[in-house]
């Protein structure tokens, strides 16, 4: 099994080698730090929004390094953040409204594919989230029955189930890589190989130069604490996937899953799947959450035990699956704000502006911040500026030892609640609650 190598994802389309690399001082209207889809999406607007605006993208190693090239492949509606949160400041109508958005950003993501011509492995085929105890079918109120469930995909223990259709799977690297190229292709330089070491008004100051611009876009996500003068902005949060090696006909014939639903569970150590374009099962799921000090992988590289973890929870899913072979595991970090609410900002006054902090559901996000972001740079006031995470705010997290025990414990806490709950507790255990008032969401 290969661990690492950036992900499965990458390996299969082949790693890109840096190009472009910034070569001394530029000046251009707008820096934009970061080569993932927060960034190259918000290229790709602004440019189609203004194709005078001289746009340059700066990314330490290469478009789609980060958790762009490395997710689950959900392209999905859920909300990214906590609706309470998002209610504080815009009531229910302004979380529903970005709800909206989020649905109708699928299809917008789908759209751009299949005008550019990025193949990647697409399907809007839906997600499926299966409940496998009592205290798992209060929690999600699916409206599939047991039968239902297996009718679609027959994972063990699976008690109910809710089908939710506005979710697409893709290939993540193909998806990442596409959108890259078409930047590309409209002129945009994307300077891979070039590492941001602190971000000012009017400046990137990189180790290969610096960049002068009067408008500076930070989209680091699960990076930015990497950054000078961000470390305890947003938790880089690790999530880890494993893939099988290809299955047999009979192995798919035990399944079901004739479809390309995504497929999760309810657990609050939850864990989420795909069957990918070429009949393989990826699995991910949180593994070693945090790393002390914000530390972030080298090169996707994540820990035996978390492997292990993931093996046995695909095995629980589906035991006819005991002894199948992996192929490859890898991980990756997702940003985290404090509140668990993501955020889209700029300040006209300074120049500055960020987006991200979409806590495991970006895919989608990504694409609706970066158009919000395009309508804040160019001053236009548009709905996307008045959805509620425009502007959000957020305080820091803890100085460590804190924030690393904090995270520790509150994965130990989601997982005793789940074991209580599948050893019978009908309703979500108290633990779980405990660890969302500790985790302040
Ligand atoms: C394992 C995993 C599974 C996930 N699964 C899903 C899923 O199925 N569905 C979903 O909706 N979301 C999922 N997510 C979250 C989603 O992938 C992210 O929210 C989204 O990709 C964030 O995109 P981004 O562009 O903001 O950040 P990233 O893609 O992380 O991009 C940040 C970029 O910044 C670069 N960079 C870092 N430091 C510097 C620096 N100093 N200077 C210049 N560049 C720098 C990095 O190399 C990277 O390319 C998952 C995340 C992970 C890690």
């Known amino acids: 099994m290969r661990n690492g190598g950036v992900s499965f994802w990458w390996q299969q389309v082949g790693l890109p080698t840096p190009t472009d690399l910034l070569d001394g001082d530029v000046t251009c209207d707008v820096a934009i730090v970061g ?174 130069g610096t960049v002068r611009a009067p408008v500076v876009l930070r989209c680091l996500e699960g990076f930015t604490a990497g950054l000078a003068g961000h470390r305890r902005d947003w938790l880089p949060m690790n999530s880890a996937i494993v893939v099988t090696e290809p299955l047999s006909d009979a192995q798919w014939a035990r399944i079901g899953w004739d479809g390309a639903e995504l497929l999760g569970d309810e657990a609050h150590a939850y864990c989420y799947a795909q069957r990918t374009a070429d009949g393989r099962i990826a699995m991910g799921g949180r593994g070693v959450p945090y790393r002390f000090g914000s530390r972030t992988d080298v090169d996707g590289r994540t820990q035996p035990a978390t492997v292990e973890s993931l093996r046995s929870t695909l095995t629980d899913l589906f035991p006819s699956l005991a002894g199948i072979g992996l192929d490859h595991a890898w991980c990756g970090v997702l940003g985290v704000p404090r509140d668990w609410s993501a955020s889209v900002c700029f300040d006209p006054g300074t120049g500055l502006g960020h987006a991200g902090g979409y806590v495991g559901s970006g895919l989608t996000a990504t694409n609706l911040a970066a158009r919000t972001l395009r309508d804040l740079v160019l001053g236009h006031d548009t709905d996307l500026v008045r959805l509620p995470w425009t502007g959000h705010r957020v305080r820091r997290w803890e100085p460590e030892p804190l924030r690393w025990l904090g995270v520790h414990a509150l994965y130990r806490l989601y997982r005793a609640a789940d074991r209580r709950e599948d050893a019978g507790l009908p309703r979500t255990s108290r633990i779980a609650l405990a660890a969302h008032r500790v985790a302040g969401r």
Do not use: K
């Open 35 to 208: 080569g993932g889809l927060t960034g190259l999406w918000t290229a790709l607007y602004l440019h189609e929004a203004d194709p005078g605006l001289d746009v340059r993208v700066v990314e330490a190693e290469f478009a789609g390094f980060g958790a762009s090239g490395r997710n689950g492949g959900w392209l999905s509606s859920e909300l990214a953040g906590s609706a309470a949160t998002y209610a504080e400041v815009a009531g229910e109508a302004g979380v529903q409204r970005l709800r909206d958005a989020l649905r109708a950003t699928v299809d917008e993501v789908i759209g751009v594919a299949a005008r550019e011509g990025i193949e990647a492995d697409i399907v809007r085929s839906g997600v499926l989230v299966v409940a496998r105890s009592e205290a798992q079918r209060r929690r999600l109120g699916g409206e599939l029955t047991a039968d239902q469930v297996a009718a679609r995909v027959r994972v063990a223990g699976a008690v109910s189930g809710h089908h939710d259709p506005d979710c697409a799977r893709v290939h993540p690297a193909r998806l990442v890589a596409g959108v890259a190229r078409v930047v590309r292709e409209r002129g945009v330089r994307i300077h891979e190989g070039t590492r941001a070491l602190a971000v000012e008004p009017g400046v990137v100051r990189t180790d290969r």
